[in-house]
């Protein structure tokens, strides 16, 4: 019978106490695990989304702002800006695309975005072009037609074919109906970015969107810009945001999005505070359970040292115990991880069309379960002292 | 295979002549709850050879249990000397003690002090995990000797209490111990389970070559012994006779 043997028994033994302090270690040690993975790839992930564009353009107001609405599709524009704008940064010798944005209506929640079809031949991550599914194509300017994001499509039962008239505003509101009609003639493959929640329009379309002020039928929400030299971009820079007074000039669009995590980073601080401290309270449940058992074990410890067994063994078993029942709620901790990061993945994705991915390697995969094995190993000494302590003469009743 | 285990049990050949375990001016004192001490064990002398099995009567407050604890090297004696198997007690530290114990004693308990957690067959292996090793044949061929074949995997809840009795005197020989030591092991059965259980018990040290002190204050189990004691001749501290109903 190997000393595992005798941990394994005893497990068994308090099999209740055993069950719940493995499951308040797993919740804790998926906590800690979801914290810092969502942590990180929300902000790698976030600050790396730029639908393949440096800056953009908007009007006045917050830069932040600005990206979350022209890149992440959240938010309202902070205004609109004149089509000879757009022009005019088109013609830009530093600037390689211009492409212009509009909103202001949706689709049962969805976003409608109106812009222009060479925004599908641009790579939205550098490599890769946004792909119609087969039997679809991209809509053609002039036309009543719309190009659904892979999301949408999947949430609105959307395929090509299918008629729907907007919503005027960014909020669904049935009242707020459009008289317009339009049809779907194509669904983008999944890109996994914020463009899988939009329905993409020609911007004529949406400018000119019945019940639309026809004054701003020439307006662009924003302009995505992709330059032929980053360095251009601190020169555009200076002009719109330092000299003008008109308009924003949002780049690089990374730094922006960075500048909302230092600005959230006291949230991130709560939460790893709370994933510690849930850490420490399952790490003190361990302790507490073997602790207050001992008493009932002292018996069998001094059985077991009356049959040869040394202080160093029983003090072993007991800390091989506690470090059991870690790795234990380790085990399932993982799969708390997964149950709670997919849902917080799903979350995000529905919310933003940003996917994190739940099962990719991240370094809190090793080092927050050894942490909680080796911490909870450590709290198995405290009862364990009292094993190696116990009195053998004492606890093998009854004295004759 | 256990009969293999069990016949060579019975080879181990003991003489008499040589002494097991000897004992000189071994004394253990409790601090008292008037102040000073009270002596609880006073044994000028006392020995026993291989093999030899030796019945002591002890009364209630002879201090037997604190004696065969020191023995066992589960208690330290104030002063005295215990040597096992030519090895002095009094020279080892606490784990060559546990060693000591794990290896050449084997320990019967009044209350057989069975893990209720573990079936028979792993209170057997326990009984030599911390000597020898873990031995399952052997553990196995020790349960059928003492008619346990058919309750290898019974918990002691499930056994009967002269049943249990036999799985403690089946422990106790587990490490093929050369000293089996008997504090009333069957001082909770009743007179045909308490027969049956010593006579499995004499019979199991005879084949295994091991020597027994057993205590007991029960005169039809001495009355089994060739050579019994009294533990107030032996221990000059124990109680006379009379004085515990005094």
């Known amino acids: 019978m190997t000393l595992f043997r005798i941990v394994l028994k005893s497990l068994r033994q308090h099999l209740l106490s055993t069950a719940v302090t493995a499951l308040s270690l797993a919740l804790a040690v998926g906590l800690l695990m979801t914290v810092w993975v969502v942590k990180e790839q929300s902000h790698a992930t976030f600050t790396n989304v730029t639908a393949g564009f440096d800056a953009v353009l908007g009007a006045r107001g917050s830069k932040l702002q600005l990206v979350l609405n022209a890149i992440f599709h959240l938010e309202a524009s902070p205004g609109n800006i004149r089509w000879s704008d757009y022009q005019f940064i088109k013609k830009n010798r530093a600037v390689q695309l211009a492409v212009p944005l509009a909103v202001g209506d949706n689709y049962r929640g969805y976003r409608l975005v109106g812009t222009e079809t060479n925004l599908f031949n641009h790579a939205y991550d550098g490599a890769r072009t946004y792909q119609v599914r087969p039997g679809g194509r991209i809509f053609e300017d002039g036309y009543k037609e719309a190009v659904v994001g892979s999301f949408a499509a999947r949430r609105l039962g959307l395929k090509v074919g299918d008629k729907f008239n907007p919503y005027h505003g960014l909020i669904f509101d049935e009242e707020a109906r459009h008289a317009d009609v339009y049809v779907v003639v194509g669904v983008l493959e999944p890109t996994n970015t914020p463009a899988d929640r939009v329905i993409w329009i020609p911007i004529q379309g949406l400018q000119t969107m019945a019940g639309h002020d026809p004054k701003a039928a020439t307006d662009v929400s924003a302009v995505l810009i992709k330059l032929r030299a980053p360095t251009a971009g601190f020169m555009l820079d200076q002009m719109y945001n330092k000299q003008g007074d008109k308009m924003t000039f949002a780049f690089p669009i990374g730094a922006v999005m960075s500048q909302l995590f230092d600005k959230i980073g006291w949230f991130d601080k709560v939460l790893e505070a709370v994933a510690y401290l849930v850490a420490l309270v399952a790490i003190g449940s361990i302790l507490a359970s073997i602790y207050n058992s001992m008493n009932e074990r002292r018996r069998d410890i001094a059985i077991m040292r009356a049959l040869g067994a040394r202080r160093a063994t029983v003090f072993s078993a007991v800390v091989l115990e506690a470090g059991a029942i870690a790795s234990l709620g380790v085990l399932i901790g993982f799969a708390f991880y997964a149950a709670i990061m997919s849902t917080a993945a799903s979350v995000i994705r529905q919310q933003t069309g940003v996917v994190l991915e739940p099962f990719v390697w991240h370094r809190v995969m090793l080092w927050a379960p050894l942490g909680m094995i080796a911490l909870g190993a450590l709290a198995g000494v405290v009862p364990a002292f009292k094993a190696y302590r116990t009195h053998v003469a004492e606890h093998l009743a009854p004295v004759s | ?246």
């Open chain 2, 1 to 246: 295979m256990e009969n293999r285990h069990w016949r060579g049990l019975g080879k181990r050949v003991s003489s008499p002549a040589v002494p097991l375990l000897e004992i000189a001016n071994l004394i253990k004192a409790y601090p008292s709850p008037e102040g000073g001490t009270h002596t609880v064990v006073d044994v000028p002398s006392f020995s026993l050879a291989e093999a030899q099995q030796v019945g002591l009567r002890g009364e209630s407050g002879s201090g037997k249990t604190t004696f065969l604890n020191l023995i066992a090297g589960i208690l330290k004696p104030d002063s005295g000397h215990i040597v096992i198997d030519g090895k002095a007690m009094s020279d080892l530290g606490e784990p060559a003690r546990d060693r000591l114990r794990a290896t050449t004693i084997g320990y019967i308990f009044q209350t057989f002090n069975l893990l209720q957690g573990f079936t028979c067959l792993e209170n057997v292996l326990l009984g030599m995990s911390f000597g020898p090793g873990a031995d399952r044949g052997f553990a196995t061929a020790l349960l059928k000797r003492v008619g346990l074949e058919s309750r290898l995997n019974h918990y002691p809840r499930q056994l009967s209490t002269g049943q249990q009795q036999r799985v403690a005197a089946a422990r106790a020989l587990a490490n093929r111990p050369k000293l089996v030591l008997a504090d009333e092991p069957t001082g909770n059965l009743d007179p045909r389970n308490s027969r049956e259980s010593l006579r499995l018990i004499r019979e199991a040290c005879r084949e295994n070559g091991a020597a027994l002190l057993l205590v007991s204050h029960d005169q039809p189990v001495l009355d089994q012994f060739e050579d019994v004691h009294a533990l107030h001749d032996i221990n000059r501290a124990a109680l006379q006779p009379g004085e515990a109903e005094a």
